[in-house]
């Protein structure tokens, strides 16, 4: 078979197959440091949407509840079964007397009390967002729905939009791991690493979570990767600015959980507005 090759995209094109006249695309024009800032606004907009909807806040809470769920149940399992679990890893102390044998497996259950505890702040986060994958694109959708509806929207067949996604996701992570690899590796070289490194890894990592963020509402129009990238392409500020903010948010620890349903809200919000279709509620 031969390789399908992606054709450059042209914006207006885009625009015009989806029904969208892009000479009312909305953006500012305050030029670009006033564009980043309103994209910066896009996600306040979209925590605002979040927060002021109850049903959107039930949505945004279930993953989490899902995974404290089977986190609590696998830590309970631990403690049940610590002792054995001390006893499997200190074979050694099979012999000693037993003063010295509990001391140690006493130890060693803490230690794997803690092991399991750390693992398990280090997983929840990722877990939490793979479970909620669902529960957000249904934000996404109840945001648009709230802004007028989907505008060009088309029927995609579940597993065929779940292997596009898939597909597309780990396109985006292979260049992150091209450009994120050399980044890291400036990150040594002195002041450079520690002013402007952080600095452009921001903006890289941004970008990346822009175009991840807005894939839901690109699919429901039957767009995918090259599509969206050509379109954010066109207000680059604007999507710096949205995709920024929500890195910084990612930064804070459990921030990823707490801010992704909002981040979702206001990354519909981008999407419409790279579209050139009405973010304004009513």
Same mark, same amino acid.
């Given at each position: 078979m031969t390789p399908a090759i992606h054709q450059p995209v042209d914006v207006a094109e885009v625009a015009t197959l989806s029904g969208v006249d892009v000479t009312?695309?909305?953006?500012?024009? /305050? *030029?670009?440091? *006033?564009?980043?800032?309103?994209?910066?606004?896009?996600?306040?907009?979209?925590?605002?949407?979040?927060?002021r909807s109850p049903g959107l806040m039930l949505l945004g809470v279930v993953p989490a509840l899902i995974s404290g769920a089977l986190f609590v149940t696998?830590?309970? /399992?631990?403690?049940?079964f610590v002792d054995d679990l001390a006893a499997l890893v200190t074979p050694f102390a099979d012999d000693w007397s037993a003063t010295w044998r509990s001391l140690v497996r006493v130890v060693a259950g803490l230690a794997l009390l803690g092991l399991g505890g750390l693992l398990g702040v280090l997983t929840f986060t990722a877990v939490t967002l793979i479970i909620g994958d669902p529960f957000y694109e249904k934000?996404? !959708?109840?945001?648009?729905?709230?802004?007028?509806? /989907?505008?060009?929207?088309? !029927?995609?067949p579940f597993w065929a939009s779940l292997r596009r996604s898939l597909v597309d996701s780990l396109r985006l992570v292979a260049v992150s791991v091209l450009i994120g690899v050399p980044l890291f590796a400036a990150g040594f070289i002195p002041v450079v690493g520690q002013t402007v490194v952080p600095v452009i890894g921001a903006a890289v990592g941004g970008w990346f979570l822009a175009l991840e963020l807005v894939g839901a509402p690109f699919y429901r129009r039957g767009m995918g990767l090259p599509e969206r990238r050509s379109l954010l392409r066109a207000d680059r500020p604007t999507a710096l600015g949205f995709g920024v903010a929500v890195f910084v948010c990612f930064l804070i620890p459990l921030g990823a959980v707490l801010v992704m349903?909002?981040?979702?809200?206001?990354? /519909?919000?981008?999407a419409r507005r790279s579209l050139g279709q009405s973010i304004e509620e009513g």
């Open positions: 009312n695309i909305a953006r500012p024009v /305050t *030029g670009a440091v *006033g564009r980043f800032l309103s994209g910066v606004g896009l996600l306040l907009r979209g925590i605002g949407l979040y927060v696998a830590f309970a /399992t631990l403690v049940y934000i996404s !959708e109840r945001v648009e729905d709230r802004l007028g509806g /989907t505008p060009g929207a088309v !029927e995609v349903p909002a981040a979702v809200a206001g990354a /519909t919000l981008l």
